[in-house]
Every structure is written in C-alpha cells, then in structure tokens.
Nanobody, 114 residues
C-alpha cells in the first residue's frame, strides 16, 4: 500500500509563506492525479489543489493565486507552495490520490497567526 509522508508545516504570520512536501513510497509517475487536502479545526477535510501527470492543475477559489502545487516524479514528491497565507488557511494539510484515496499520512500542521 502506498505510504504518504507530509512535512513542511509550521507557525507563520499572516502574509507569510510555507512550502509543504509529500513523499510517496512508490513511483508517482503512473499516478494520474495527486492532490493536497486541508482540514481546518472542527471541519471536514477538503481537497484544495490537484496536479495531473501533464502538470495540469486544479484548485478551489480560496487558494487561487496564492497556492501552487507541483510534482517531481523523479523524487516521488508532491509540493505545495503556500504564499500570502491567511488565518483561515490554518489546519492540517494532507496529500493523497483524489481519484483513488489511499491510507492517509499524519499530515503537517500549518498555523497562521493574524
């Protein structure tokens, strides 16, 4: 089974930046779509950004122009560059395969202070 390990979270002031990483235990070259999910405190997990094999991306309006997803197939890693962070971005971030969810990793905590 695929294992996912997220990292890169932390405490940052509003307007700051973070870069999250997700290392996948096997080759992601054959995985058509990878995604990042956000779980805000007390809320359900939400898919916020996706990337396909051809680097085509999708995102929710709340992160448009601020977050950028990328993938490095050679390193089996998916990244999420987060800029202009807002307090509402606070929560745990997870990566997974949106079209075929696998076991969730531990996630990485992002806390944005106002």
């Amino acid at each position: 089974q695929v294992q996912l390990v997220e990292s890169g979270g932390g405490l940052v002031q509003a307007g700051g930046s973070l870069r999250l990483s997700c290392v996948v235990s096997r080759s992601i070259f054959s995985i058509y779509v990878m995604g990042w999910f956000h779980q805000a405190p007390g809320k359900q997990r939400q898919l916020v950004e996706t990337i396909g094999r051809n680097d085509d991306t999708g995102y929710v309006d709340s992160v448009k122009g601020r977050f950028a997803i990328s993938r490095d197939n050679a390193k089996n890693t998916v990244y999420l560059q987060m800029n202009s962070l807002k307090p509402e971005d606070t929560g745990v971030y997870y990566c997974n395969v949106p079209l075929k969810l696998t076991a969730w990793g531990q996630g990485t905590q992002v806390t944005v202070s106002s």
